[in-house]
Protein backbone atom coordinates (compact mmCIF):
# COMPACT_ATOMS: atom_id res chain seq x y z
CA UNK A 1 0.00 0.00 0.00
CA UNK A 2 1.71 3.48 -1.10
CA UNK A 3 1.94 5.92 1.39
CA UNK A 4 0.39 9.77 1.12
CA UNK A 5 2.88 12.53 1.91
CA UNK A 6 1.88 15.99 2.80
CA UNK A 7 3.48 18.71 0.56
CA UNK A 8 5.29 21.75 2.01
CA UNK A 9 6.52 23.24 -1.16
CA UNK A 10 5.72 22.12 -4.07
CA UNK A 11 7.76 22.69 -8.08
CA UNK A 12 4.96 23.99 -10.59
CA UNK A 13 5.96 22.85 -13.93
CA UNK A 14 7.72 25.20 -16.12
CA UNK A 15 5.48 24.21 -18.98
CA UNK A 16 2.23 24.81 -17.21
CA UNK A 17 3.94 27.86 -15.83
CA UNK A 18 3.79 29.50 -19.51
CA UNK A 19 0.47 28.64 -20.31
CA UNK A 20 -0.82 29.52 -17.85
CA UNK A 21 0.44 33.15 -18.08
CA UNK A 22 -0.26 32.75 -22.28
CA UNK A 23 -4.05 32.31 -20.48
CA UNK A 24 -3.76 35.61 -18.40
CA UNK A 25 -2.31 37.50 -20.08
CA UNK A 26 -2.00 39.66 -23.04
CA UNK A 27 1.17 38.26 -24.49
CA UNK A 28 3.29 37.52 -27.61
CA UNK A 29 3.18 33.83 -29.14
CA UNK A 30 6.48 31.74 -29.17
CA UNK A 31 6.55 31.35 -24.99
CA UNK A 32 9.14 30.23 -23.15
CA UNK A 33 9.43 29.23 -19.50
CA UNK A 34 12.39 28.25 -17.38
CA UNK A 35 12.83 28.28 -13.83
CA UNK A 36 15.13 30.68 -12.04
CA UNK A 37 15.69 30.25 -8.56
CA UNK A 38 13.74 28.15 -5.77
CA UNK A 39 13.82 29.83 -2.37
CA UNK A 40 10.62 32.02 -0.24
CA UNK A 41 9.27 32.28 -3.60
CA UNK A 42 9.82 30.62 -6.68
CA UNK A 43 10.98 32.87 -9.39
CA UNK A 44 11.16 31.77 -13.89
CA UNK A 45 12.16 33.74 -16.76
CA UNK A 46 9.53 34.09 -19.17
CA UNK A 47 10.44 34.89 -22.70
CA UNK A 48 8.37 35.72 -25.90
CA UNK A 49 9.87 36.78 -29.38
CA UNK A 50 10.61 40.37 -28.71
CA UNK A 51 10.47 40.59 -24.60
CA UNK A 52 11.57 39.20 -21.53
CA UNK A 53 9.92 38.95 -17.82
CA UNK A 54 10.17 37.48 -14.55
CA UNK A 55 7.66 35.39 -12.85
CA UNK A 56 6.93 34.80 -9.03
CA UNK A 57 5.02 31.96 -7.66
CA UNK A 58 4.38 32.83 -3.86
CA UNK A 59 5.15 30.10 -1.61
CA UNK A 60 1.63 28.95 -0.40
CA UNK A 61 0.85 30.06 3.19
CA UNK A 62 3.95 32.73 2.98
CA UNK A 63 2.28 35.78 2.31
CA UNK A 64 -1.55 36.54 2.03
CA UNK A 65 -3.38 37.93 -0.88
CA UNK A 66 -3.45 40.85 0.70
CA UNK A 67 0.30 41.07 1.32
CA UNK A 68 0.78 39.96 -2.27
CA UNK A 69 -1.77 42.93 -3.41
CA UNK A 70 0.17 45.33 -0.98
CA UNK A 71 3.47 44.54 -2.53
CA UNK A 72 2.12 45.02 -6.18
CA UNK A 73 0.25 48.33 -5.15
CA UNK A 74 3.50 49.84 -4.15
CA UNK A 75 5.34 49.17 -6.99
CA UNK A 76 3.07 50.33 -8.77
CA UNK A 77 3.32 53.68 -6.47
CA UNK A 78 6.67 53.80 -6.81
CA UNK A 79 7.15 53.46 -10.71
CA UNK A 80 4.56 56.35 -11.01
CA UNK A 81 7.01 58.65 -8.24
CA UNK A 82 9.92 58.23 -10.42
CA UNK A 83 11.82 55.20 -8.43
CA UNK A 84 13.48 52.68 -10.45
CA UNK A 85 11.50 49.74 -9.85
CA UNK A 86 10.40 46.29 -11.87
CA UNK A 87 6.54 46.21 -11.19
CA UNK A 88 4.38 43.61 -12.52
CA UNK A 89 2.00 44.04 -15.50
CA UNK A 90 -1.54 43.97 -15.24
CA UNK A 91 -3.46 40.46 -16.82
CA UNK A 92 -6.14 41.02 -19.62
CA UNK A 93 -8.72 41.87 -16.76
CA UNK A 94 -6.36 44.11 -15.00
CA UNK A 95 -5.42 42.22 -11.96
CA UNK A 96 -2.10 42.37 -10.45
CA UNK A 97 -1.73 38.72 -10.29
CA UNK A 98 -3.71 35.48 -10.54
CA UNK A 99 -3.86 32.59 -8.36
CA UNK A 100 -3.94 28.44 -8.81
CA UNK A 101 -4.53 25.67 -6.26
CA UNK A 102 -1.27 23.40 -5.42
CA UNK A 103 -1.26 20.48 -3.39
CA UNK A 104 -0.33 22.22 -0.49
CA UNK A 105 -2.63 25.25 -0.94
CA UNK A 106 -3.80 27.99 -2.82
CA UNK A 107 -0.53 30.14 -4.42
CA UNK A 108 -0.21 34.09 -6.31
CA UNK A 109 1.52 34.18 -9.58
CA UNK A 110 2.28 37.13 -11.28
CA UNK A 111 4.44 38.38 -14.11
CA UNK A 112 6.97 41.66 -13.64
CA UNK A 113 8.87 43.66 -16.35
CA UNK A 114 12.71 42.41 -16.46
CA UNK A 115 15.17 44.07 -15.10
CA UNK A 116 18.08 44.40 -16.36
CA UNK A 117 21.54 44.67 -15.57
CA UNK A 118 23.48 42.44 -12.55
CA UNK A 119 23.53 42.57 -9.15
CA UNK A 120 25.08 45.18 -7.14
CA UNK A 121 26.87 42.25 -5.41
CA UNK A 122 28.52 41.32 -8.62
CA UNK A 123 30.16 44.65 -9.13
CA UNK A 124 30.68 46.51 -5.46
CA UNK A 125 31.14 50.48 -5.91
CA UNK A 126 31.53 52.57 -3.33
CA UNK A 127 30.13 55.42 -6.09
CA UNK A 128 26.78 53.13 -6.49
CA UNK A 129 26.52 51.94 -2.97
CA UNK A 130 26.20 56.07 -2.13
CA UNK A 131 23.49 56.24 -4.81
CA UNK A 132 22.15 53.08 -3.28
CA UNK A 133 21.64 54.76 -0.19
CA UNK A 134 20.35 58.05 -1.99
CA UNK A 135 17.21 55.77 -3.69
CA UNK A 136 16.53 54.63 -0.31
CA UNK A 137 15.83 57.69 1.11
CA UNK A 138 13.98 59.34 -1.61
CA UNK A 139 11.30 56.23 -1.31
CA UNK A 140 11.03 57.08 2.20
CA UNK A 141 10.44 60.47 1.62
CA UNK A 142 7.79 59.83 -1.73
CA UNK A 143 6.48 56.89 0.44
CA UNK A 144 4.47 59.21 2.33
CA UNK A 145 1.91 59.56 0.05
CA UNK A 146 1.08 55.86 -0.66
CA UNK A 147 -2.39 54.79 0.52
CA UNK A 148 -2.58 50.96 -0.41
CA UNK A 149 -6.18 49.45 -0.52
CA UNK A 150 -5.03 47.46 3.02
CA UNK A 151 -2.11 48.25 5.51
CA UNK A 152 0.46 45.60 6.09
CA UNK A 153 2.92 46.21 8.79
CA UNK A 154 5.43 44.45 9.85
CA UNK A 155 6.41 43.07 13.23
CA UNK A 156 10.07 42.66 14.40
CA UNK A 157 9.45 41.46 17.91
CA UNK A 158 6.60 39.10 17.03
CA UNK A 159 8.58 37.39 14.40
CA UNK A 160 11.71 36.50 17.08
CA UNK A 161 9.65 35.80 19.75
CA UNK A 162 7.16 33.33 18.00
CA UNK A 163 9.66 31.71 16.44
CA UNK A 164 12.52 31.51 19.61
CA UNK A 165 11.24 27.99 20.52
CA UNK A 166 12.47 26.77 17.39
CA UNK A 167 15.83 28.66 17.11
CA UNK A 168 16.26 27.03 20.86
CA UNK A 169 15.80 23.40 19.26
CA UNK A 170 17.90 23.73 16.23
CA UNK A 171 20.97 24.95 19.01
CA UNK A 172 19.53 22.34 21.64
CA UNK A 173 22.76 20.31 20.57
CA UNK A 174 25.04 23.30 21.06
CA UNK A 175 25.76 23.72 25.25
CA UNK A 176 24.35 26.71 26.84
CA UNK A 177 23.30 28.33 23.60
CA UNK A 178 19.24 27.73 24.06
CA UNK A 179 19.84 29.82 27.24
CA UNK A 180 21.82 32.43 25.47
CA UNK A 181 18.61 33.01 23.03
CA UNK A 182 16.44 33.59 25.70
CA UNK A 183 19.17 35.55 27.42
CA UNK A 184 19.20 37.88 24.34
CA UNK A 185 15.64 37.50 23.24
CA UNK A 186 13.48 38.88 26.13
CA UNK A 187 15.81 42.26 26.69
CA UNK A 188 16.02 42.72 23.32
CA UNK A 189 12.06 42.87 23.38
CA UNK A 190 11.76 45.06 26.13
CA UNK A 191 14.01 47.38 24.47
CA UNK A 192 12.72 47.55 21.14
CA UNK A 193 9.27 47.80 22.76
CA UNK A 194 10.28 50.84 23.79
CA UNK A 195 11.32 52.47 20.79
CA UNK A 196 9.52 56.14 20.94
CA UNK A 197 7.55 56.12 17.27
CA UNK A 198 7.75 60.20 17.78
CA UNK A 199 11.48 60.31 17.43
CA UNK A 200 12.31 57.22 15.18
CA UNK A 201 9.57 57.42 12.39
CA UNK A 202 8.01 54.57 10.28
CA UNK A 203 6.42 54.50 7.08
CA UNK A 204 6.15 52.24 3.98
CA UNK A 205 9.51 50.34 3.53
CA UNK A 206 11.16 47.84 0.93
CA UNK A 207 11.80 45.44 4.26
CA UNK A 208 14.71 43.65 2.88
CA UNK A 209 17.08 45.46 0.63
CA UNK A 210 20.93 44.64 0.16
CA UNK A 211 23.48 43.96 -2.24
CA UNK A 212 21.22 41.39 -3.93
CA UNK A 213 17.96 43.16 -4.32
CA UNK A 214 18.86 45.61 -6.95
CA UNK A 215 20.41 45.45 -10.82
CA UNK A 216 22.69 47.74 -11.95
CA UNK A 217 22.33 47.99 -15.58
CA UNK A 218 24.90 48.60 -18.37
CA UNK A 219 23.84 52.45 -18.76
CA UNK A 220 24.20 52.58 -14.96
CA UNK A 221 20.15 52.67 -14.42
CA UNK A 222 19.36 51.41 -10.73
CA UNK A 223 16.47 48.94 -10.41
CA UNK A 224 15.49 48.07 -6.99
CA UNK A 225 14.26 44.61 -7.06
CA UNK A 226 11.95 41.99 -4.04
CA UNK A 227 9.53 43.79 -2.29
CA UNK A 228 8.37 41.06 -0.92
CA UNK A 229 8.65 41.60 2.67
CA UNK A 230 7.50 45.61 1.88
CA UNK A 231 5.11 46.98 5.08
CA UNK A 232 5.05 49.56 6.88
CA UNK A 233 8.10 50.02 9.38
CA UNK A 234 11.05 51.70 10.38
CA UNK A 235 12.91 54.05 7.78
CA UNK A 236 16.07 52.70 9.93
CA UNK A 237 15.26 49.08 9.45
CA UNK A 238 15.02 49.53 5.66
CA UNK A 239 19.11 51.35 6.31
CA UNK A 240 20.20 48.54 8.65
CA UNK A 241 18.98 45.82 7.05
CA UNK A 242 21.27 46.87 4.39
CA UNK A 243 24.45 47.35 6.70
CA UNK A 244 23.61 43.95 8.65
CA UNK A 245 23.86 41.80 4.87
CA UNK A 246 26.65 43.68 3.65
CA UNK A 247 28.50 42.56 7.08
CA UNK A 248 26.88 39.16 6.84
CA UNK A 249 27.84 38.33 3.38
CA UNK A 250 31.67 39.19 4.55
CA UNK A 251 32.00 42.60 2.19
CA UNK A 252 34.05 45.29 3.00
CA UNK A 253 32.88 47.96 5.45
CA UNK A 254 33.08 51.04 2.97
CA UNK A 255 30.12 49.74 0.99
CA UNK A 256 27.84 50.05 4.39
CA UNK A 257 29.36 53.69 5.05
CA UNK A 258 28.86 55.16 1.71
CA UNK A 259 25.07 53.57 1.63
CA UNK A 260 24.22 55.63 4.69
CA UNK A 261 26.21 58.35 2.93
CA UNK A 262 24.24 58.67 0.87
CA UNK A 263 20.98 58.07 2.47
CA UNK A 264 22.02 60.77 5.18
CA UNK A 265 22.97 63.39 2.22
CA UNK A 266 19.32 63.58 1.36
CA UNK A 267 17.72 62.32 5.10
CA UNK A 268 19.98 62.69 7.35
CA UNK A 269 19.20 60.24 11.07
CA UNK A 270 17.53 61.93 14.00
CA UNK A 271 19.75 61.84 17.71
CA UNK A 272 17.37 59.01 18.21
CA UNK A 273 17.98 56.63 15.05
CA UNK A 274 21.44 57.30 15.98
CA UNK A 275 21.56 55.78 18.85
CA UNK A 276 19.29 53.11 18.06
CA UNK A 277 21.16 51.56 15.53
CA UNK A 278 23.02 49.25 17.51
CA UNK A 279 19.33 47.97 18.73
CA UNK A 280 17.95 47.79 14.96
CA UNK A 281 21.67 45.91 13.87
CA UNK A 282 20.73 43.20 16.52
CA UNK A 283 16.59 43.18 15.18
CA UNK A 284 17.68 42.39 11.61
CA UNK A 285 20.01 39.44 12.67
CA UNK A 286 17.60 38.23 15.13
CA UNK A 287 14.83 38.34 12.31
CA UNK A 288 17.15 36.34 10.04
CA UNK A 289 17.92 33.61 12.00
CA UNK A 290 14.10 33.24 13.39
CA UNK A 291 13.38 33.39 9.78
CA UNK A 292 15.72 30.75 8.61
CA UNK A 293 14.73 28.43 11.35
CA UNK A 294 10.88 28.56 10.96
CA UNK A 295 11.66 27.99 7.05
CA UNK A 296 14.34 25.55 7.28
CA UNK A 297 11.76 22.43 6.39
CA UNK A 298 10.86 24.22 3.36
CA UNK A 299 13.68 25.90 1.51
CA UNK A 300 16.61 24.16 3.90
CA UNK A 301 19.56 25.96 5.30
CA UNK A 302 19.43 28.71 1.86
CA UNK A 303 18.52 31.33 4.41
CA UNK A 304 21.78 30.63 6.17
CA UNK A 305 23.85 30.23 3.34
CA UNK A 306 26.41 32.92 4.10
CA UNK A 307 27.18 31.90 7.83
CA UNK A 308 26.84 29.04 10.48
CA UNK A 309 25.36 28.65 13.93
CA UNK A 310 28.89 29.56 15.27
CA UNK A 311 29.00 32.81 13.55
CA UNK A 312 25.83 33.89 14.48
CA UNK A 313 26.13 33.24 18.26
CA UNK A 314 29.68 35.39 18.07
CA UNK A 315 28.17 38.30 16.06
CA UNK A 316 24.82 38.17 18.01
CA UNK A 317 26.66 38.30 21.25
CA UNK A 318 28.66 41.38 19.71
CA UNK A 319 25.80 43.15 18.62
CA UNK A 320 23.77 42.52 21.76
CA UNK A 321 26.49 43.90 24.29
CA UNK A 322 26.89 47.23 21.27
CA UNK A 323 23.04 47.83 21.68
CA UNK A 324 23.20 47.06 25.97
CA UNK A 325 21.34 44.15 26.07
CA UNK A 326 23.56 41.71 27.42
Known sequence: MSEHFKITHSVLDNNWVGAACAQYYDLEANLYCELLHRGMNDVYMLRTSSTQYAVRAWRANWRTMDDVAYELEYLDFLRDSGIGVAPAIRTKDGRHYFTVEAPEGPRALAVFEWAPGRKFSENMDEDVAISLGQIMADIHDVSVNFEPTKMRRTNHVSVIEENLPLVQRMVSDRPGEAEFYSNVVVPFVEAFEQVDLQA????????????????????????FLDFDNAGW???????????????????????????????????????????????????????????????????????????????????????????GIV
Open 233 to 323: DYYLSDVMSFVWINEYCGQLPVYAQRFVEGYESKRPFSDAERAHIPLFMLAMELRQIAESVRHVNTVGHALLRFQDLDWFARSIRRHAEEA
Open 200 to 223: VPMGACHGDFHLYNVHIASDGNII
